[in-house]
């Protein structure tokens, strides 16, 4: 072969493998099918209720049925705009003589009357659910979203697989599982055995004889002191003792029984707060928590792994509520949280830990 | 010669085996996101400065941005710190003040040394809130922004927290999707797998926050610093106090859109990174604090990325000089030099971390743009090494550091 064709053959060859990489980076910058700014959430889509509303405003949509329905005590069925059916319900009762366990049935909206929606049981309603009054679930149900202008309740090992939002007060009865968020503008009351990921109310009750309104923790409106301790190692604060200031531990932290802090604490392994032991500020954890019986909490409980929390303790209170977050939550009865509690993984109801 | 040349490898081979560490933890491993969670609470009063300088082209934006945040009203206070401009933003300013009475209070710099530090400095006398959150003005948050900037604030060992940065101008010109696909990597991969690794997420000055009792106990804010963010890292580091990186806590920014200003910026960068690594690199590896090991090692590192790019281009030169005086065993180190040296690219995140965070995001046809990244690569390379050269020069003549500011692109509002 020619040394000038084949040096000019290898060059060319060379530029052309030199410039693959660059054609579809071309094609790309020729056509910006991909050059818009990166979605990010400015409408705090993160907000629980954000389903709840967007759902609601959806519904405006078949008011005036609705409200025929209701002064005529009939049904109507029809399509919303995005070609979803409807079925809109003048009296709540009327849906537990439905065939909604029918194969092939059509599973629509169902939107009922200001008289309470009885549900039958061991059904799956795969579309969302809004009610004008109460919406009261038989056993056995499976569900995608409820919205409820008044309470709602769930039958035994019911399931929801994306949202539920009570206007009165949402309760679970035992063995439920709760897949996605659960918020009420009232309160929450779970029972044993329930699971649960994001649940957001005024109070969080678990258990029949959880009183929100037991006098929980007296702490001053404002932690004013910005002290701060640290320590390298395991720490504890004895029993009965007063710690004042925010305490940072690299180890362990044991806050003994009926001990006070007034300030917040993080630990960067696990941390232990006996029983009737309180804490004024936030409580922090890198690690395991473990929280006593009739402890109390003021500000924001986060721990990196797992929360385990005993009967009797309050987390926030009811002018002042807080969040609960970890990964995993075991809660026994008889403890009540104001504000959020948030399993990222699973929470648990569980009987004793 | 050829032993510097060695160094020099190892230390580019340090840099690779740390971008693919970072990367595939951030693929693989468990998401620390501690703070994301906590969406109700007893809020804090906090203090929003939102630092100015010629900013009527975007100021009303964050301002209007702010005032519609979730955050109790009664507990927000915006400061913006219009530091010595000469436009219109002071007139734009108090508008808003007149429109939203009680929630803004600005402040008005006059005069004073130039730079972001100084002015936030001098702002500092009307704060008087724990918690501090700082916005360059060209930046836009979201409604629940505040909040979760706010949230780590609870955990007493948080100094500071940052959020990540989002091009919003991302598909204006070839320069910008590059800088898209660079914060990409740099936050969704660099910034985050620290996070998960306890090591050291960096403080980026804007979308950011700080706690006033740390800011104080680490003497304020450091005003013959180029770049207040690096060098409030590594202080509050030094100080036993964390800095969160929040990678879900996203705000849209305005990244520069011609060459000039965009090596203009990154000049400034590595001229203040390279001020704090001198600061307080041998104390922060060597010295007597609460850094732990991971954090000692990692933060050096991370001081250390602006140096990169001489070391890199030192290396280079290092290489083809053996190369030609035809020393056999070099064959297997230039290889080495040719494949980490594209691999690690010193001040920019790496192209397999900058593609990793782009599926991470979600986008699809823009990693086809990755190729494209070795132009700017090649820019920066040269830029931070021409950033290098005249801070020494400037040292040696004893030579003030200027500040300049990055230019801004959007039409002023209306």
């Given at each position: 072969?020619?040394?000038?064709?084949?040096?000019?053959?290898?060059?060319?060859?060379?530029?052309?493998?030199?410039?693959?990489?660059?054609?579809?980076?071309?094609?790309?910058?020729?056509?910006?099918?991909?050059?818009?700014?990166?979605?990010?959430?400015?409408?705090?889509?993160g907000e629980i209720r954000f389903f709840a509303d967007g759902f609601r405003s959806y519904m405006k949509g078949v008011e005036p049925t609705l409200r025929e329905c209701v002064s005529s005590g009939s049904h109507a069925t029809g399509t919303m705009p995005d070609g979803s059916e409807y079925l809109v319900l003048g009296r709540g009762e009327e849906a537990l003589f439905l065939p909604f366990r029918e194969r092939n049935e059509f599973k629509p909206v169902v939107i009922a009357s200001g008289s309470d929606l009885l549900l039958p049981s061991e059904t799956n309603f795969s579309k969302d659910i809004y009610s004008a009054?109460?919406?009261?679930?038989?056993?056995?149900?499976?569900?995608?979203?409820?919205?409820?202008?008044?309470?709602?309740?769930?039958?035994?090992?019911?399931?929801?697989?994306?949202?539920?939002?009570?206007?009165?007060?949402?309760?679970?009865?035992?063995?439920?599982?709760?897949?996605?968020?659960?918020?009420?503008?009232?309160?929450?009351?779970?029972?044993?055995?329930?699971?649960?990921?994001?649940?957001?109310?005024?109070?969080?009750?678990?258990?029949?004889?959880?009183?929100?309104?037991?006098?929980?923790?007296?702490?001053?409106?404002?932690?004013?002191?910005?002290?701060?301790?640290?320590?390298?190692?395991?720490?504890?604060?004895?029993?009965?003792?007063?710690?004042?200031?925010?305490?940072?531990?690299?180890?362990?932290?044991?806050?003994?029984?009926?001990?006070?802090?007034?300030?917040?604490?993080?630990?960067?392994?696990?941390?232990?707060?006996?029983?009737?032991?309180?804490?004024?500020?936030?409580?922090?954890?890198?690690?395991?928590?473990?929280?006593?019986?009739?402890?109390?909490?003021?500000?924001?409980?986060?721990?990196?792994?797992?929360?385990?929390?005993?009967?009797?303790?309050?987390?926030?209170?009811?002018?002042?509520?807080?969040?609960?977050?970890?990964?995993?939550?075991?809660?026994?009865?008889?403890?009540?949280?104001?504000?959020?509690?948030?399993?990222?993984?699973?929470?648990?109801?569980?009987?004793?830990? | 010669?050829?032993?510097?040349?060695?160094?020099?490898?190892?230390?580019?081979?340090?840099?690779?085996?740390?971008?693919?560490?970072?990367?595939?933890?951030?693929?693989?491993?468990?998401?620390?996101?501690?703070?994301?969670?906590?969406?109700?609470?007893?809020?804090?009063?906090?203090?929003?400065?939102?630092?100015?300088?010629?900013?009527?082209?975007?100021?009303?934006?964050?301002?209007?941005?702010?005032?519609?945040?979730?955050?109790?009203?009664?507990?927000?206070?915006?400061?913006?710190?219009?530091?010595?401009?000469?436009?219109?933003?002071?007139?734009?300013?108090?508008?808003?003040?007149?429109?939203?009475?009680?929630?803004?209070?600005?402040?008005?710099?006059?005069?004073?040394?130039?730079?972001?530090?100084?002015?936030?400095?001098?702002?500092?006398?009307?704060?008087?809130?724990?918690?501090?959150?700082?916005?360059?003005?060209?930046?836009?948050?979201?409604?629940?922004?505040?909040?979760?900037?706010?949230?780590?604030?609870?955990?007493?060992?948080?100094?500071?927290?940052?959020?990540?940065?989002?091009?919003?101008?991302?598909?204006?010109?070839?320069?910008?999707?590059?800088?898209?696909?660079?914060?990409?990597?740099?936050?969704?991969?660099?910034?985050?797998?620290?996070?998960?690794?306890?090591?050291?997420?960096?403080?980026?000055?804007?979308?950011?926050?700080?706690?006033?009792?740390?800011?104080?106990?680490?003497?304020?804010?450091?005003?013959?610093?180029?770049?207040?963010?690096?060098?409030?890292?590594?202080?509050?580091?030094?100080?036993?106090?964390?800095?969160?990186?929040?990678?879900?806590?996203?705000?849209?920014?305005?990244?520069?859109?011609?060459?000039?200003?965009?090596?203009?910026?990154?000049?400034?960068?590595?001229?203040?990174?390279?001020?704090?690594?001198?600061?307080?690199?041998?104390?922060?590896?060597?010295?007597?604090?609460?850094?732990?090991?991971?954090?000692?090692?990692?933060?050096?590192?991370?001081?250390?990325?602006?140096?990169?790019?001489?070391?890199?281009?030192?290396?280079?030169?290092?290489?083809?000089?053996?190369?030609?005086?035809?020393?056999?065993?070099?064959?297997?180190?230039?290889?080495?030099?040719?494949?980490?040296?594209?691999?690690?690219?010193?001040?920019?995140?790496?192209?397999?971390?900058?593609?990793?965070?782009?599926?991470?995001?979600?986008?699809?046809?823009?990693?086809?743009?990755?190729?494209?990244?070795?132009?700017?690569?090649?820019?920066?390379?040269?830029?931070?090494?021409?950033?290098?050269?005249?801070?020494?020069?400037?040292?040696?003549?004893?030579?003030?550091?200027?500040?300049?500011?990055?230019?801004?692109?959007?039409k002023a509002a209306s």
């Amino acid at each position: 072969m020619n040394p000038f064709l084949a040096v000019t053959g290898l060059i060319l060859l060379t530029s052309a493998l030199m410039v693959l990489p660059l054609v579809p980076a071309l094609a790309e910058l020729h056509s910006k099918s991909d050059a818009l700014p990166l979605s990010v959430i400015q409408q705090h889509t993160g907000e629980i209720r954000f389903f709840a509303d967007g759902f609601r405003s959806y519904m405006k949509g078949v008011e005036p049925t609705l409200r025929e329905c209701v002064s005529s005590g009939s049904h109507a069925t029809g399509t919303m705009p995005d070609g979803s059916e409807y079925l809109v319900l003048g009296r709540g009762e009327e849906a537990l003589f439905l065939p909604f366990r029918e194969r092939n049935e059509f599973k629509p909206v169902v939107i009922a009357s200001g008289s309470d929606l009885l549900l039958p049981s061991e059904t799956n309603f795969s579309k969302d659910i809004y009610s004008a009054g109460s919406v009261i679930g038989g056993t056995k149900n499976r569900y995608r979203a409820i919205l409820a202008e008044k309470e709602v309740r769930l039958g035994r090992d019911s399931s929801v697989m994306r949202w539920v939002h009570a206007v009165g007060e949402f309760s679970a009865d035992p063995a439920c599982r709760l897949y996605g968020r659960v918020s009420s503008d009232t309160g929450v009351r779970l029972s044993e055995d329930c699971s649960f990921l994001r649940l957001n109310a005024p109070y969080i009750a678990i258990g029949p004889n959880a009183d929100p309104k037991q006098e929980g923790l007296q702490v001053p409106a404002d932690v004013t002191t910005h002290q701060r301790l640290f320590h390298d190692g395991d720490f504890e604060i004895r029993a009965g003792e007063v710690f004042l200031g925010n305490l940072v531990v690299r180890g362990r932290l044991r806050i003994g029984a009926g001990a006070r802090v007034r300030g917040s604490v993080k630990s960067e392994k696990e941390l232990v707060l006996e029983s009737g032991a309180s804490v004024d500020g936030s409580l922090i954890s890198a690690s395991i928590m473990q929280i006593g019986s009739n402890c109390a909490i003021r500000g924001p409980v986060i721990a990196e792994r797992m929360v385990l929390i005993r009967n009797g303790t309050h987390c926030g209170t009811l002018e002042n509520h807080t969040t609960v977050s970890a990964p995993e939550i075991q809660i026994e009865e008889g403890v009540v949280v104001f504000g959020t509690l948030w399993a990222r993984d699973q929470g648990q109801v569980v009987a004793e830990l | 010669m050829i032993y510097v040349l060695y160094v020099i490898v190892s230390v580019i081979c340090i840099y690779t085996a740390r971008h693919y560490w970072f990367t595939l933890n951030r693929l693989f491993a468990f998401q620390r996101h501690p703070y994301i969670d906590i969406d109700t609470a007893d809020w804090p009063p906090v203090t929003v400065l939102v630092a100015a300088h010629n900013e009527e082209k975007v100021v009303a934006n964050i301002l209007s941005a702010l005032m519609t945040v979730k955050y109790p009203e009664d507990k927000m206070l915006v400061i913006p710190v219009n530091d010595r401009s000469t436009d219109r933003t002071r007139e734009i300013i108090d508008e808003f003040v007149e429109r939203f009475p009680g929630r803004i209070r600005p402040f008005h710099r006059k005069e004073g040394k130039g730079g972001k530090a100084a002015a936030l400095k001098d702002a500092m006398e009307l704060v008087e809130t724990e918690v501090i959150l700082i916005f360059d003005a060209d930046y836009i948050p979201g409604a629940g922004l505040i909040r979760q900037l706010t949230a780590p604030f609870f955990d007493p060992e948080v100094g500071g927290v940052m959020g990540r940065v989002v091009p919003m101008n991302c598909g204006t010109n070839l320069l910008t999707r590059l800088l898209d696909l660079e914060r990409s990597g740099g936050y969704q991969v660099d910034q985050q797998a620290r996070m998960n690794l306890r090591l050291v997420p960096q403080h980026g000055g804007t979308v950011a926050g700080v706690r006033l009792s740390a800011l104080r106990e680490i003497g304020g804010w450091n005003d013959t610093s180029l770049t207040e963010d690096t060098d409030l890292t590594y202080r509050l580091l030094l100080h036993g106090w964390k800095t969160v990186y929040q990678n879900r806590s996203e705000c849209y920014e305005e990244v520069p859109e011609t060459w000039p200003v965009r090596i203009k910026q990154i000049k400034r960068w590595a001229k203040g990174h390279n001020q704090a690594m001198v600061t307080y690199g041998l104390h922060l590896l060597l010295g007597k604090h609460r850094a732990s090991l991971r954090e000692r090692v990692d933060g050096t590192l991370l001081l250390g990325v602006y140096i990169m790019a001489p070391f890199t281009l030192v290396g280079w030169a290092l290489a083809l000089g053996v190369f030609y005086q035809g020393v056999a065993p070099l064959h297997g180190i230039v290889a080495i030099l040719s494949v980490t040296a594209y691999a690690a690219i010193g001040n920019l995140a790496a192209f397999f971390e900058i593609a990793a965070a782009v599926r991470l995001d979600g986008s699809r046809k823009r990693v086809c743009l990755v190729p494209f990244l070795i132009l700017g690569f090649a820019v920066s390379i040269f830029a931070v090494s021409w950033a290098a050269v005249s801070q020494v020069k400037d040292a040696l003549t004893g030579a003030e550091f200027h500040w300049d500011k990055t230019e801004r692109f959007r039409k002023a509002a209306s």
